[in-house]
């Protein structure tokens, strides 16, 4: 399953954006944008830094939904560390990272939807029940993307 | 240990004798003597030089002294120690009392007026009613009443003495004379005479007539000595040396002294009987009013123009004696000062000012363990803070610490003396703002002693005490006791205050510039790098907390932390606290779809006190939602942990503001070019179609609404519209404006302002209304003279299109100035009339508590209810939908909260743990509980049938069943993603549930029936006086607001707005419901009459009748000529006969006048013809119309009926009699009784509060209701009706109509045991409620007490 070894990884994927602020710009620096990924057949809506990492209808980025960022996939502590050392993680690899908890499952139709929340920006994962089943409540998770092309 | 004054330490009962009760009894002449030191004789006060008060006149030294410099002539005391003491006047002619003057006259009118014996007829009579007098259990105050009325009634009745047979005739009153009215003669009954029959009359006939045996004799009713008051109560005034101005009192008491002495000469003078009586009668005005200087009856000529201030006058009002003195106290260690806020201060705590904390003190005890400290503040002495200002030594003296050496004063300090400390900080005060409407008017703070000269407060607090900073001021007072100030320190703390009694809703929350903080605060795309953030975390600290710094929501590229992390944090700033919040919000700004996905970011979820979606306003932090976090945090946590959550907020608030900035400036009210072309489309074609209306209705062919009438249509149409387009507006501003905008943040935050004024500043100020309606025409046919007669257009009628940036035209700024005048009357008019309210609301219910055994009593054991609110659960401690649990947020909260496991409870097993617990409980057997129990068993069934069909739709096993076994899979893991409930959360949610039902039972003491009443009393401030349309239908009004309530609780007979609302029999069908209707209203002759014509003849005159079949037939009304024949004939005031009526056909008949005389005979023609169209021909003659309702969701017809006559319309055919309900709580009680009505005033006044956006728990609205009815009839909560339920004359006197219920408790010879709170509150003892419930039933100090013992007189073993 890629670059990323073993248990930390809980979701890992490419997805296209297909749009971006559908229902009007409400935040200056945040965008939210939809798209379906290609691997898992999920949808996917993001609220992202704008300024950050600013995002264009018709993209592919590679998304990384991981428990650690430590490559041998150490538990994370949820606290923070000022003097954490950030090479050689999976920052690394990528070019946006968030940090946030999975709160809530709810159901839409057929398809489980999973919310996370990174400080208030907010993501939802929807997609077939038993293929989200690693994506827990309360769990404390990292977002990580890359554009592709 | 001496007892010279008794120790402030302890209460005084233990030492002093106290008042068991209060006995009232008309004194008689004797009495006045025994209570007097000398007969005042001399009419002078001074001698010659005016230096020296004459012996036995009325300012005699013996009768007590007003000057320092004289000392009192019987006990040789001075001004301050000296009572006073009291003379009398010896009367030369007896004369009428004028307070018995009522009673001197009904007890005249039941007696015979020769032999003085009861006028009844039969002596069996007599003893019957004796008998009800003589009954072991005490009269109740109705059937006392009663009793009297109908003894009075019969002997009123019966003219013939079956005693003597003589032959009585009527007494009446003619100014202060009574007259008895023999044959057509008047005779003066004069006090002489009454003196003599009252003498006479026996001591049953006494007994009977309500007067109790010993202490009220009849005779006394009649004045034959005047009590002289001691002279300290009517002291004179040295204006200057020689002139002196003497009280109202003495200037009348010298009056009648003259007056006696003069009738004395002209008795011993034998002067003519004329002289004498018309003396005689002088003297009986000017004794009059001396007593009551408002008397009725008094003669003309004294009548002043500015009455004295008699005996009575000193007594009543609100500054009289009783309101004024004895039931509100001037009180010391009390201070007032201006108030301001403090965002650094605790919600808990107040600021005092040291120059104030120097002079507030508290007697503190020297014990060991506080020598020490107490040393040292003596030591500091009166000037420097921590200090003291006397020391009272355990022998009683006293050392003020001015002057004293201070250093020795604290060596010598011993155990048990007292230091008179200054307050300091951690002293519990209470503090209050008036008017105090409400108990959270006067709370409990922990004092922190500062600089500066205001008192200060956390601004969470303003709302509680209805307090802002623009020249506020408040009190404080400081307790003077240990007990006191442990008590008001557990019971009236701000914390324990921070819900409601009213609706258990928080009321201490943060608000306006915390709210727009939050807010700001909360938005998505607040970000902020580490300095900043780090910085903002000390914000709330003061440095001084640890803090857990989160992990930042974006780690790459850059490390950001967003402002809802820094709320987290904020909200719990470690881990090690334990408690977390679990909420999810609505908030205000929610777009209506997605919940926490919501594009406005509009939907809070907190979770494990973490701030994961939705920006803050006020339903989540703010007052007034049993939603949001406050709420949560009192309930499910403590209010210690909300006030130091709210303390957090407000530090943070006020710095991050100020760091941020916002203001208000041009900018921000002025409108875009987008949103202007908005106004101008959404005027313009508001505007469009006003004018068509207008045209339609000068075509007349404007479709009417039911019951109105063109006109009223037309403005009913055009008010509706026109008051839409400023709302629209400010929906539209609401979406365009952005975060930018200050009023546009503060209206969203919820921190001031709303759409509205949004709307007016920017967009449009929008229609003006007096009263309800458009601008009135204040002019000939239009409002103002700038515009056409008869101008019906939006501009001419008040619109105003203007905003407050464009500015308006002088037509609309006149307009807009009559809109606001209406609302400054309003208010006005608004606090003095609720304000009388809120008082007979509070005597009529203060002294009901719950007792031990859970029932509502009131001081003298009636039961007003037996089992309080029927489940005993306080108010206060109710969540949603006024029960103690809401259960969905629990179960979310406990699944939140404690820690989850892989796989979840099967459906099967959380039914079997729920009914094993519910079996445990309902073991128990707690009063009230089983209600709660099943509807814990109701919501638990759902949950688990929710978990099961969830099961089954993801293609599962319903895991319903006891045999379903489950297993470890990836399905199983799944679905426990979703569901996720473990035994230890249902466990865990049961105990939560059963300890939040305990604490919700309400204790025994509490003074339920205050609360109660200020509960109603206290919304009334909020209410504006207007009346709303009824639900659809235009034109029927119904009475709200103040007016409204007002009417329920008075018990008003006549009520401004009687609906009846009646269900049909057939409610689907429009022609059923017309025939119902036209059976109801009242329809008059002239209503369905085609003409009513004159006609004469050679053969005579007559009037012609003919009846329009077509309206008769279109209102389906059953009326035909003979039917209008009959109607006539009944119809008393035409005096016509049958053969008078002649039917012609079926529509027509044939009138003829009755009088016939060629002189009459045109005259009866024109009357007839006037009165003809008003006979009332078919309905219900006291309901003016009823409207046929439709329901807009179910299509249901039913009947709105304007007027009384509940009993007629239920018997009308095609009415549903057992859905008939008017909203007139006197004849409810007339048809349905007794129950009904009780409910009748609940919904009445329920529904009149929502009306008004209020919510009041029903408990309290039961009660109000309850104390209405419980006696079995309805009492308003007036002066009539309280006198019906208490029967305590202190009482009743310290509430309206002082002078009359002691007059009449003296003529009783009444009884006052002092129980109820105002008699306690008179009687300086602790009120029996709360804390002061419970008492001992043995006391063994009372008998160690020194009660002086009596004293055998010389000649009393003699009887």
């Not at chain 2, 780090?534 to 640890?546: E, G, R």
């Not at chain 2, 940036?805 to 003095?832: C, N, Q, W």
């Amino acid at each position: 399953m890629g670059e990323a070894s073993g248990s930390a990884v809980l979701l890992e994927d490419t997805f296209r954006v297909s749009s971006v602020d559908r229902e009007g710009k409400i935040f200056q620096r945040v965008s939210r944008i939809e798209g379906s990924s290609q691997l898992y057949e999920v949808q996917i809506t993001l609220d992202v830094h704008s300024e950050l990492y600013p995002i264009e209808v018709g993209q592919y980025h590679s998304l990384l939904l991981a428990s650690s960022l430590s490559l041998d996939g150490t538990e994370n502590k949820g606290s923070y560390n000022i003097h954490e050392n950030q090479s050689n993680t999976l920052l690394s690899k990528y070019s946006y990272c968030m940090y946030g908890k999975i709160f809530k499952h709810a159901m839409d139709r057929n398809l489980l939807v999973v919310h996370i929340s990174f400080g208030g920006l907010l993501m939802t994962i929807t997609g077939q029940p038993a293929e989200l089943a690693q994506l827990e409540p309360d769990s404390l998770v990292y977002l990580l993307l890359r554009k592709l092309y | 240990m001496s007892l010279k004054k008794p120790l402030k330490f302890v209460k005084l009962e233990s030492f002093c004798s106290h008042i068991d009760g209060v006995k009232f009894s008309i004194p008689s002449s004797a009495d006045i003597q025994k209570l007097s030191t000398i007969e005042v004789v001399n009419k002078q006060l001074y001698d010659e030089e005016h230096i020296k008060t004459i012996s036995h006149g009325l300012l005699d030294l013996r009768l007590g002294i007003s000057e320092k410099s004289k000392v009192c002539g019987t006990c040789s005391q001075k001004l301050t120690e000296c009572p006073g003491h009291c003379g009398y006047i010896k009367l030369t002619l007896p004369i009428f009392h004028i307070g018995y003057f009522k009673h001197t006259l009904t007890l005249l009118q039941v007696i015979c007026k020769k032999c003085a014996g009861l006028l009844v007829s039969s002596e069996d009579f007599k003893i019957k009613w004796l008998a009800y007098y003589h009954r072991p259990t005490k009269l109740d105050i109705i059937e006392r009443e009663n009793i009297f009325k109908v003894i009075v009634k019969e002997c009123k009745k019966n003219k013939k003495c079956i005693n003597c047979g003589y032959t009585n005739g009527t007494v009446k009153k003619i100014g202060l004379k009574i007259f008895h009215e023999v044959s057509g003669e008047a005779n003066e009954i004069n006090p002489i005479d009454a003196l003599k029959l009252f003498s006479q009359i026996s001591p049953i006939d006494t007994e009977l007539i309500g007067m109790s045996g010993d202490e009220a004799r009849s005779e006394r009713l009649v004045m034959t000595h005047i009590l002289v008051p001691p002279v300290c109560i009517r002291p004179s005034v040295q204006v200057s040396q020689g002139v002196s101005n003497e009280d109202d009192l003495t200037v009348k008491l010298q009056e009648l002294l003259n007056l006696n002495l003069l009738i004395k000469a002209t008795l011993d003078e034998g002067k003519p009987l004329s002289k004498i009586v018309s003396e005689w009668e002088y003297m009986q005005a000017i004794a009059a009013q001396y007593i009551n200087s408002e008397a009725s009856g008094l003669p003309p000529s004294l009548v002043q123009s500015k009455p004295i201030r008699a005996l009575t006058q000193r007594l009543k009002g609100k500054h009289g004696r009783f309101r004024g003195n004895l039931s509100g106290k001037r009180v010391d260690f009390s201070g007032r000062t201006v108030i301001s806020p403090d965002p650094n201060l605790s919600i808990t705590q107040v600021a005092v000012p040291v120059s104030m904390a120097k002079i507030l003190t508290f007697p503190e005890r020297v014990l060991p363990y506080n020598l020490k400290y107490l040393q040292n503040l003596v030591i500091n002495g009166p000037f420097i803070h921590p200090g003291a200002n006397s020391v009272e030594y355990k022998d009683g003296t006293k050392l003020s610490l001015q002057y004293a050496k201070r250093k020795e004063v604290s060596e010598t300090l011993k155990t048990g003396d007292v230091v008179e400390r200054h307050m300091a900080n951690g002293d519990y005060v209470l503090f209050n703002r008036q008017p105090s409407l409400h108990r959270i008017s006067i709370m409990a703070h922990e004092v922190k002693v500062m600089n500066y000269k205001t008192l200060r407060f956390n601004e969470c607090v303003c709302t509680p005490y209805n307090a802002d900073f623009d020249g506020d001021e408040m009190n404080i007072h400081l307790p003077q006791t240990q007990e006191a100030r442990t008590e008001i320190k557990e019971l009236m703390k701000v914390a324990g205050n921070i819900l409601t009694p009213k609706s258990g809703e928080p009321i201490i929350a943060p608000t306006q510039d915390f709210l727009t903080c939050a807010f700001l605060l909360t938005q998505k795309d607040t970000f902020y790098d580490r300095g900043t953030f780090f910085k903002y975390l000390n914000f709330f600290s003061d440095a001084k907390c640890h803090i857990d710094i989160p992990v930042p929501a974006i780690l790459y590229p850059k490390e950001l932390w967003t402002g809802k992390q820094l709320f987290s944090v904020l909200l719990r700033p470690t881990k090690k606290i334990q408690k977390v919040v679990n909420v999810e919000v609505k908030e205000r700004n929610y777009s209506g779809k997605g919940e926490c996905m919501c594009i406005r970011d509009g939907w809070v979820t907190i979770r494990n006190s973490e701030l994961l979606s939705g920006n803050l306003c006020k339903t989540t932090i703010g007052a007034g939602s049993k939603g949001g976090l406050i709420f949560f945090l009192v309930r499910s946590h403590s209010a210690a942990e909300a006030s130091e959550f709210m303390l957090r907020m407000s530090k943070f608030s006020s710095r991050w503001t100020m760091e941020k900035g916002i203001s208000i400036g041009i900018s921000d009210v002025t409108p875009s070019n987008l949103l202007l072309d908005n106004k101008k489309d959404i005027l313009g074609s508001s505007m469009k179609e006003c004018e068509d209306m207008i045209e339609l209705w000068k075509e007349g062919k404007l479709p009417l609404k039911p019951g109105c009438n063109a006109e009223e249509t037309l403005e009913s149409v055009l008010n509706g519209k026109l008051s839409q387009i400023r709302d629209k507006l400010g929906e539209l501003l609401k979406n365009s404006l952005n975060v930018f905008n200050a009023p546009y943040i503060m209206a969203i935050s919820g921190s001031k302002g709303s759409n509205i004024n949004l709307s007016q500043m920017i967009a449009c100020v929008g229609q003006q209304t007096v009263s309800g309606k458009r601008i009135p025409d204040g002019f000939w046919c239009r409002t103002l003279p700038h515009f056409p007669l008869n101008d019906r257009s939006a501009v001419g009628k008040g619109f105003v299109s203007n905003s407050f940036y464009s500015g308006m035209t002088p037509t609309e700024f006149y307009f807009h100035t009559m809109g606001g005048r209406e609302g400054l009357i309003d208010t006005a008019v608004k606090t003095a009339e609720t304000g009388y309210m809120q008082r007979r609301l509070m005597k009529s219910l203060e002294d009901l508590s719950i007792k031990y055994d859970y029932t509502v009593r009131t001081s003298t054991n009636e039961i007003a209810q037996f089992l309080y609110g029927d489940d005993s659960l306080e108010p206060m401690k109710m969540e949603d939908d006024e029960k103690p649990v809401h259960f969905p947020r629990l179960l979310e909260h406990v699944k939140a909260s404690i820690l989850r496991e892989k796989i979840s409870l099967t459906p099967y097993r959380i039914t079997f743990i729920s009914a094993q617990e519910l079996t445990k409980r309902r073991e128990l057997n707690r009063p009230g509980q089983e209600g709660f129990l099943c509807d814990i068993e109701r919501f638990i069934e759902d949950t688990a049938k929710k978990y099961a069909d969830l099961r089954e739709f993801l293609g599962m096993n319903r895991g319903d069943k006891k045999e379903f076994v489950q297993e470890q899979s990836k399905a199983e893991a799944a679905v426990s993603n979703l569901i996720n409930l473990t035994e230890k959360q249902l466990l865990a949610f049961f105990h939560t549930c059963w300890d939040k039902f305990d604490k919700a039972v309400i204790t025994p003491g509490e003074a339920v029936g205050a609360v109660a009443a200020q509960s109603i009393g206290e919304p009334g401030t909020q209410m504006t006086l207007k009346t709303f349309h009824f639900a659809g239908v235009a034109s029927m009004n119904i009475t709200l607001g103040v007016p409204r309530i007002k009417e329920i609780i008075n018990a008003v007979k006549d009520i401004s707005t009687p609906i009846i609302t009646a269900r049909l029999l057939n409610n689907k069908s429009i022609v059923s419901a017309r025939i119902a209707k036209g059976k109801l209203e009242k329809t008059l002759l002239g209503d369905v009459a085609y003409y009513v014509k004159e006609v004469f003849t050679q053969k005579g005159c007559f009037l012609s009748v003919k009846l329009d079949m077509q309206a008769i037939e279109n209102l389906r009304l059953e009326i035909n000529a003979e039917k209008v024949k009959q109607a006539i004939i009944l119809y008393g005031k035409l005096k016509l006969k049958n053969n008078n009526i002649i039917v012609i056909r079926d529509d027509k008949l044939r009138i003829e006048p009755s009088e016939t005389s060629r002189e009459k005979l045109y005259f009866s023609m024109q009357e007839l013809k006037n009165k003809l169209p008003k006979v009332m021909v078919s309905g219900i003659p006291t309901i003016e119309r009823a409207i046929i309702n439709e329901d807009e969701k179910t299509n249901k017809l039913s009947l709105l009926i304007e007027g009384y006559g509940l009993k007629d319309v239920m018997q009308t055919p095609g009415i549903d009699h057992r859905h008939c309900t008017t909203n007139h709580i006197m004849e409810t009680e007339e048809v349905l009784g007794i129950e009904a009505s009780r409910r009748t005033i609940i919904n009445e006044i329920k529904y009149t509060l929502k009306e008004h956006g209020i919510y009041v728990d029903p408990r309290h609205i039961a009660l109000v209701s309850d104390v209405m009815t419980f006696k079995g009839q309805i009492l308003g909560i007036t002066r009539f009706g309280v006198s019906k339920m208490r029967d305590s004359t202190l009482m009743l006197a310290s509430f309206e109509k002082t002078a009359d219920h002691l007059f009449d408790a003296a003529y009783r010879g009444s009884y006052d045991p002092i129980q109820g709170v105002s008699e306690r509150i008179i009687m300086g003892k602790p009120v029996c409620l709360g804390t002061g419930l419970s008492t001992l039933l043995y006391n063994p100090q009372k008998s160690a007490c020194r009660v002086p013992r009596e004293r055998p007189l010389l000649f009393s073993s003699f009887k």
